[in-house]
C-alpha cells in the first residue's frame, strides 16, 4: 500500500484530533492543537493512506538550528506497518534541509517499540526526566540525534 506524506493544513485537524484521542491518555485540546497550526516554528505533517484516509501526523519544531519532536501518533489501526518510520522521516529530514542540525525528544520509559524507531534513526539516550507523564506518571528519556549521524546511518536528505 503506498502513502504519502504531505504538511498538513485546517481541514485535516478533524484527523488530527482523532489520532490523538485515540492515541495519548492525556490527549492535547482541540484548541491547542488548532493553534499548533499557526505556531511558527511548527511543522505539522500528515500521512495518508492511498484511500485519503490520514493514519498518522508528526508536529517538529524547528528553532534555529534546533529540531524537537513535538508529537507523532499513528492511529492504532495502523500501527506496525512502517508508518511512523515514514512519517518521522519525512519530517526530519524537511528540517534537515531547512537548516536543522540536531532533533531533540522525549519519550516514555516504557515505549520500547518508539525507542526501538528513533535509535534506528541515529537518536541516542541523554537523559531522564523524572515524572515527565502523568496519566500513568512515568519518566521520559530524552533522546537526541545529530544530522550527521542520521546520514552516516545511509540515510539520505
Same mark, same amino acid.
Given at each position: 500500500?503506498?502513502?504519502?506524506? &504531505?504538511? +498538513?493544513?485546517?481541514?485535516?485537524?478533524?484527523?488530527?484530533?482523532?489520532?490523538?484521542?485515540?492515541?495519548?491518555?492525556?490527549?492535547?485540546?482541540?484548541?491547542? %492543537?488548532?493553534?499548533?497550526?499557526?505556531?511558527?516554528? +511548527?511543522?505539522?505533517?500528515?500521512?495518508?493512506?492511498?484511500?485519503?484516509?490520514?493514519?498518522?501526523?508528526?508536529?517538529?519544531?524547528?528553532?534555529?538550528? #534546533?529540531?524537537?519532536?513535538?508529537?507523532?501518533?499513528?492511529?492504532?489501526?495502523?500501527?506496525?506497518?512502517?508508518?511512523? #518510520?515514514?512519517?518521522?522521516?519525512? +519530517?526530519?529530514?524537511?528540517?534537515?534541509?531547512?537548516?536543522?542540525?540536531?532533533?531533540? %525528544?522525549?519519550? &516514555?520509559?516504557?515505549?520500547?517499540?518508539?525507542?526501538?524507531?528513533? &535509535?534506528?534513526?541515529?537518536?541516542?539516550?541523554?537523559?531522564? &526526566?523524572?515524572?515527565?507523564?502523568?496519566?500513568?506518571?512515568?519518566? +521520559?528519556?530524552?533522546?537526541?540525534?545529530?544530522?550527521?549521524?542520521?546520514?552516516?546511518?545511509?540515510?539520505?536528505?
Amino acid at each position: 500500500m503506498s502513502v504519502t506524506v &504531505r504538511q +498538513a493544513c485546517r481541514e485535516d485537524l478533524p484527523d488530527i484530533i482523532a489520532i490523538e484521542e485515540a492515541s495519548f491518555s492525556v490527549p492535547w485540546s482541540h484548541q491547542s %492543537l488548532a493553534a499548533e497550526l499557526d505556531n511558527p516554528v +511548527a511543522r505539522y505533517y500528515i500521512l495518508e493512506k492511498e484511500d485519503g484516509s490520514v493514519a498518522g501526523y508528526a508536529d517538529v519544531w524547528l528553532i534555529a538550528d #534546533e529540531g524537537q519532536l513535538a508529537f507523532i501518533a499513528i492511529h492504532p489501526s495502523a500501527r506496525g506497518l512502517g508508518y511512523g #518510520e515514514i512519517l518521522l522521516r519525512t +519530517a526530519m529530514e524537511a528540517l534537515f534541509r531547512e537548516g536543522c542540525t540536531s532533533f531533540f %525528544l522525549e519519550v &516514555r520509559q516504557s515505549n520500547a517499540p518508539a525507542q526501538g524507531l528513533y &535509535r534506528k534513526l541515529g537518536y541516542e539516550a541523554l537523559a531522564v &526526566r523524572k515524572d515527565y507523564y502523568s496519566q500513568p506518571v512515568e519518566d +521520559a528519556c530524552i533522546m537526541h540525534c545529530q544530522k550527521e549521524k542520521y546520514q552516516w546511518l545511509g540515510h539520505s536528505l
